[in-house]
């Protein structure tokens, strides 16, 4: 039971490089987050797709893209990176967004932009 | 936005103690969530509450949905070395566009055995 998985787990970044953060669930899952954990400030989400071929804005979008692949898989892109996105990035999904209080979340990417 | 203050940031206890920990809210919320997240890993739900005065219990674990619904407790009853982790509570607001979830800062738990 792989449940949510994100690729890499750790990165490191000169500041201007591009990335994409993968991440896939196998438990058929309707909705796809993109959460970013920095200390002191808990969980805050950059973007979410509630459906398949859907992607909205969360609370700090700036600086990031998404794609969501499929129903299984959701990337985050980093265009241009910057020191601010050194955090803990985290991909989580729920069976729908009405339901989105369960989320399961991935084990996260440690990303440092030098 | 909608803010979750979440105390205290951080607790040194001994195994066996009992443990406690809120969270506010500036607005009202529908549903209160608690949350672990073990070292390296991603968070882990424990709880979910849905209705204002709600007490539900996970094992050790015992959380309440606030009768002012801005705010709940989480209660760890004679704590484990297992314990050790962030608790995060989040919630669900009437407000929040598209029915997100606010997450409030962790507390970092450690108990020493």
């Known amino acids: 039971n792989a449940g949510v998985t994100q690729t890499p787990k750790f990165q490191v970044l000169k500041t201007g490089q591009s990335m994409t953060l993968q991440c896939a669930q196998d438990?058929?899952?309707?909705?796809m987050y993109w959460y970013r954990q920095d200390p002191g400030m808990g969980l805050r989400l950059i973007y979410y797709?509630?459906?398949?071929?859907?992607?909205d804005k969360g609370e700090v979008p700036n600086g990031y893209n998404v794609s969501r692949l499929n129903k299984r898989e959701f990337s985050l892109r980093l265009e241009s990176a910057a020191p601010s996105q050194t955090s803990v990035y985290f991909c989580a999904s729920s069976v729908g967004f009405s339901t989105n209080e369960k989320l399961f979340f991935g084990s996260g990417t440690q990303l440092s932009v030098l | 936005g909608q803010q979750l203050n979440q105390s205290p940031q951080s607790m040194f206890i001994q195994e066996g103690e009992d443990v406690s920990m809120n969270c506010t809210s500036s607005s009202i919320f529908n549903t209160w969530l608690w949350y672990k997240q073990d070292p390296g890993e991603g968070p882990v739900l424990l709880i979910a509450?849905?209705?204002?005065?709600e007490l539900t219990s996970n094992g050790r674990l015992t959380a309440q949905f606030g009768i002012t619904r801005k705010d709940s407790f989480l209660n760890i009853s004679a704590s484990i070395p297992s314990d050790v982790g962030i608790y995060f509570c989040a919630g669900r607001g009437e407000e929040t566009s598209g029915s997100r979830l606010t997450f409030g800062e962790g507390t970092q738990l450690t108990v020493n055995p």
């Open positions: 797709s509630a459906s398949e071929g859907t992607t």
């Open positions: 438990m058929n899952h309707n909705s």
């Open positions: 509450l849905y209705k204002a005065g």
